[in-house]
């Protein structure tokens, strides 16, 4: 897969984020990302950046990348995979590195590869080269939903590692091997091309680093690149001469509850300068629910705000495995016009 030079393509960063989980953030990513490929006009990437122990890997059947190992058996990151495990040899997988050490993992995680595999140990080893082999897929080898998945790790030794990277607050190198990864897929997919980020819920960590990483595009000027250590990505190129337009849509999700919806208008209130383009979204919404606009207005009347964001409203929808009844099936699409909309973001 070579880079594309023309002046027209167009990179789109969508995040879906929310203030604590269960409201269905998941579920939205997994359904826009699979909308976009259904419409055929980019290459879609879903990266599942949740460490909190959930992973799109449980939620679908998805089947992982048979990845290059070294005569130890860690993962080869300078070699490209060479198809699909089934789902039981990526279960079985599963369970054998599950067993190992957290100290083995750190230094030489084994198959499967899990976005973690990608945050952890040396920076330039683990830059990949063969970026596309190294995601997930959903279905079989000749029926599949056109998405490529990099699901986190639900493991409890990638869970433990996490909770070190918080205990060390090393968020920014997340970001930036995560910044890595994504000019990576950049330089090495030709055409447009759409990334959405299922972020861990909370208003901290990853999830408000790579939405720091939105305003910094969306703030891009000329020649001006990203910080040290960082892609040299300007307004209009990924640092190699290779054209591109960058575009942002970041969203957060709530449901109509009070709790959620309160803690989400707060956010939007503290990033609402830095972020104006930040898209509220209510998800699973019924019809006896009080109008989330006044709700909205009363709790930015007592924050004295006398603005009030846009709320896009999604009707109930079913849990993730409802939906896709952990199958490639776009059958059940034709359900979900409502979230449409949610893929035409202005940066």
């Keep these: 897969m070579n880079g594309s030079d023309s002046a027209s393509r167009v990179v789109t960063l969508r995040q879906f984020c929310s203030a604590k989980g269960g409201v269905g953030k998941s579920t939205l990513a997994v359904a826009t990302a699979k909308l976009l490929a259904r419409r055929g006009k980019s290459t879609v990437f879903l990266l599942d950046t949740d460490h909190t122990g959930t992973s799109l890997a449980d939620g679908l059947n998805l089947r992982a990348p048979r990845v290059a190992t070294t005569s130890g058996g860690a993962i080869d990151f300078s070699q490209p995979a060479d198809g699909w495990w ?163 849509h970041p969203m957060v999700v709530t449901s109509a509850d009070r709790n959620d919806l309160w803690s989400v208008l707060d956010w939007w209130v503290s990033v609402r300068q830095e972020l104006p383009q930040l898209h509220l979204v209510a998800n699973r919404v019924g019809q006896t629910d009080r109008p989330l606009a006044v709700q909205a207005r009363e709790r930015l009347a007592q924050l004295d705000m006398p603005a009030s964001p846009t709320i896009s409203v999604i009707p109930l929808i079913p849990s993730l495995s409802a939906i896709f009844s952990k199958t490639y099936d776009l059958a059940k699409f034709d359900e979900l016009r409502a979230i449409d909309h949610l893929l035409e973001g202005k940066s």
């Design 86 to 248: 089934s789902r039981r040899e990526t279960e079985q997988l599963r369970l054998s590195r599950d067993r190992d050490s957290t100290e083995e993992s750190e230094s030489r995680p084994q198959p499967p590869l899990f976005l973690a595999d990608f945050l952890l140990g040396d920076e330039t080893a683990r830059r990949p080269g063969h970026v596309q082999s190294y995601f997930w897929r959903l279905g079989d080898d000749e029926h599949h939903d056109g998405v490529h998945y990099l699901p986190a790790s639900p493991l409890q030794l990638d869970l433990q590692l996490a909770l070190r990277w918080l205990d060390q607050s090393k968020v920014a190198n997340w970001t930036r091997r995560l910044t890595w990864l994504i000019d990576t897929i950049v330089r090495n997919v030709a055409g447009d091309i759409d990334i959405v980020v299922d972020s861990s819920p909370g208003r901290f960590g990853l999830a408000v680093e790579v939405l720091r990483l939105q305003h910094h595009l969306t703030n891009l000027n000329e020649y001006v690149g990203l910080p040290p250590n960082f892609p040299r990505w300007s307004a209009t190129t990924t640092g190699d001469g290779r054209t591109v337009k960058w575009r942002t």
